[in-house]
């Protein structure tokens, strides 16, 4: 008895050996086609560029955890630059958190402000382009009753 279990566990393993390389090529260029797509998509996809977290000042006697802050990244597709972040209020004092942005160009400096009292994201914000001259992109983060109280200090993000 103990040679037929022997002779029937050969032939299973050497059957299971003989289909397992007869799938390997299909598989093998399975693998190959799914690693060159995921490699394609990688060198398509832009490299990313993280700045922050840029935080705002201490105000009415607030510990470090409870301040304002924004981070975030950028990168470069088809010519231009597109900014990315969250501006997160830590204290939810009811007193707002504002982010700032300041950029150049050739068309001189711009600057934008966003609030909130929570949470906000940005996404995809800019598309600035360096035909325009754009060469600098600069984010703070201020807290409380109006857009300039509690502001800390510019943080360069490009």
Known sequence: ?????????GTALAGALAAGLA??????????ATAD?????QAQA??????GPYYSKYGKGESFGKRSYFKGYWYKK?????FFGDLVDRDRDNDYSYVWFRW?????????YYKTKGFRHFDKFGGFKKSNGFDDF????CEGDS???DCGNWGDAF
């Open 138 to 141: 600069k984010i703070r983060v």
């Open 23 to 32: 799938a390997t090529p299909a598989q093998a260029a399975t693998v190959t």
């Open 1 to 9: 008895m103990s040679k037929i279990r022997t002779a029937l566990v």
């Open 37 to 41: 797509s995921s490699a394609a998509q």
């Open 46 to 51: 832009p490299k990313k560029h993280f700045f």
């Open 104 to 112: 150049h160009d050739k068309f001189g400096h711009h600057t934008k």
């Open 78 to 82: 088809d010519g231009r630059y597109w």
């Open 147 to 149: 857009r300039f109280d």
